[in-house]
């Protein structure tokens, strides 16, 4: 049995491989274009491609593909083969430098926003060389952007690595007022938290809904469900743990950094963790881990899903999105050392990230949005739709002092006492960790907790880089031109303060009283769909700060507010045409059946002993009756919400129909069925319970 570091990134052209494979020269060359960015020579293009043709080849690779991520939220990818023909009439195996750096896949298929005409085909995709290649199956991937003939781009990459390019850009500026000249880059990095579910093929196949948009459509709540809090951290079940173990080693061998697993809340729900990286290469490997965790999930007879709210009743799933940002040296820029109160750079840097957070709550909000996600923010399992920070204690109190002009008393470090002389000693952190927060403090990062977890990381990354890029942008504006430094610093940590005070929250964000609070007495914006926040991302603030930083055009941004919304409003008809089906073919007939039964039972009864009065049968056939009647009153309902859907003028509009018509209508339907499948004998009902689903996994 091989152990770990024998195979760890063994499918990946990593550093260690360059090394291995290429000249010292081609090396330092291509080092220099992934570490300052500069521009690679197609000499050392050909030079780099002949040596990842050939490592490729001699892992079993026949084909090469660039992997790039359009606006569809999964990956994409083209596969060439190596071979070209040679005069005697067999083959040889070539991959040039122009075919690294360079392909011409079709775009016409993919979302564009308008970006495009329908019939302009051609599209690019542009390697990334600071995102390793990597062999999967027989094909040797290439990430890369993807833009469109017009150079527009077509993808989540090429606005993150922008965003990831202005950060640093201005980052490095505040810096260098703090007399640090050494610093080339300034880099963010994520370690993603992913949740998921796991059901059984056999189960999962027996339900439309499941196949058809990943979550139940219909279900009774089970017997017993999350209540005994006795799932979480759990013995993890034979079954699941060889899944976990095979997901391991497949992720291990493509270099990525899965640390941590464990079972979630809900029963069927389990969570993976990779340590950090850069939020490119981070961003990368969670598309991977989720597209291998849904293969090696089948290989065990799994289905896994990444929906975030499978279930009604039960938690849903989320990707808590672990931000930092650091030098290229490895200085975490939000670490507050031992004493934060006198540690200016990191104050400064910590009020980037709160203005920023309280200026572009909106583009937050919208950067995680989904009609999956809706369902699960607010719902007691994940932070509210309503964007706060929580910083804890000890940096609260630092704020005060620093806004109120007091002394800082510190926060005294104790000492845990837990009543046993054996157990080790240790000090109780400063503050405590707030699992209600959707932007919390965790001591030297922050936790993004409103990802959904089937969403892309990039999408919440180029957000965030891009918002607290801004602030230090204003920031390094006005100290660059300071007379005296020391007091404009202060001044500024103080305005900063005083001025976005109103988004730290360090209660329970669970709380109603909470989001009255937030939205009444301190102005926070508080969008609960897509449909509400989606069209914010054309604010004027929100464009001119992301045109201005060069991470979207105004183009760019118009796509990206369409596609969205498209996507939500395509996916939830989806769910509308599933649950009409359902309703009609299956449910409704199920029940009538099981009702005509009953009926007969009591007949029979009554013609042996006509003084029965069958009072059960009777109330049970009356009942299943009223809601056989029902569920053809709100089918009718939910195929007229259709229907009005067809009438939107946008797709702005069309959102807002769905919002507030279709969505609960099909609310209205699920309601009686739920009803009538807990009265209705199991061996009538159609499809597996959540009982099966949520406990079926051995």
Known sequence: MRKVPEYFGSLVFDDRTMRATLSADVYASLRKTIDEGSALDITVANAVAQAMKDWAISLGATHFTHWFQPLTGITAEKHDSFISPSPDGSVIMEFSGKELIKGEPDASSFPSGGLRATFEARGYTAWDPTSYAFIKGKTLCIPTAFCSYGGHALDKKTPLLRSMEVLSREALRILRLFGNDSAKRVVSSVGPEQEYFLVTREMYEKRPDLRFTGRTLFGAKPPKGQELDDHYFGVIKPGVAAFMEDLNEELWKLGILAKTEHNEVAPAQHELAPIYTTTNIATDHNQLTMEIMQRVAAKHGLVCLLHEKPFEGVNGSGKHNNWSIATDSGQNLLSPGDTPYENAQFLLFLCAVIKAVDDYQDLLRLSVATAGNDHRLGANEAPPAVISMFLGDELNAVLEAIETDTPYKGVEKMQMKLGVD?????????????????????????????????????????????????????????????????????????????????????????????????????????????????????????????????????????????????????????????????????????????????????????????????????????????????????????????????????????????????????????????????????????????????????
């Open 422 to 698: 054996v157990l080790p000693k240790f000090n109780r952190d400063t503050t405590d960790r707030n699992r209600t927060s959707p932007f919390a403090f965790t001591g030297n990062k922050f936790e993004f907790r409103m990802l959904g977890s089937s969403n892309s990381i990039a999408c919440a990354n180029i957000m965030l880089n891009s918002a607290v890029a801004e602030s230090l942008r204003i920031y390094a504006d006005r100290l660059e031109k300071a007379e005296d430094f020391e007091t404009a610093l202060h001044e500024m940590i103080k305005k900063t303060i005083k001025d976005h005070k109103r988004i730290i929250f360090n209660g329970n964000g669970y709380d109603d009283a909470w989001i009255k609070e937030a939205t009444e007495e301190r102005g926070l914006l508080n969008y609960p769909t897509t449909a509400d926040c989606m069209p914010h991302i054309l604010d004027e603030k929100n464009v001119k700060m992301l045109t201005s930083l060069g991470v979207f055009s105004i183009d760019e941004l118009y796509s990206r507010r369409d596609i969205m919304l498209e996507n939500y409003c395509k996916s939830i008809q989806i769910e509308a045409n599933t649950m009409i089906d359902m309703a009609r073919a299956q449910i409704a007939p199920a029940i009538e059946a099981y009702t005509a039964d009953v009926a007969k039972a009591a007949a029979a009864k009554k013609a042996v002993s006509p003084a029965l009065k069958c009072a059960y049968e009777t109330g049970l056939v009356e009942t299943l009756s009223g809601l056989i009647d029902e569920i053809a009153e709100k089918t009718d309902a939910l195929e007229d919400a259709m229907a009005k859907v067809q009438t939107a003028a946008d797709i702005v509009e069309e959102s807002a129909i769905i919002r507030d018509a279709l969505l609960p209508a099909m609310t209205a339907l699920r309601a009686p069925a739920d009803k009538a499948e807990a009265l209705t004998a199991r061996s009538y009902w159609p499809y597996p319970t959540y009982a099966d689903l949520l406990f079926g996994v051995r």
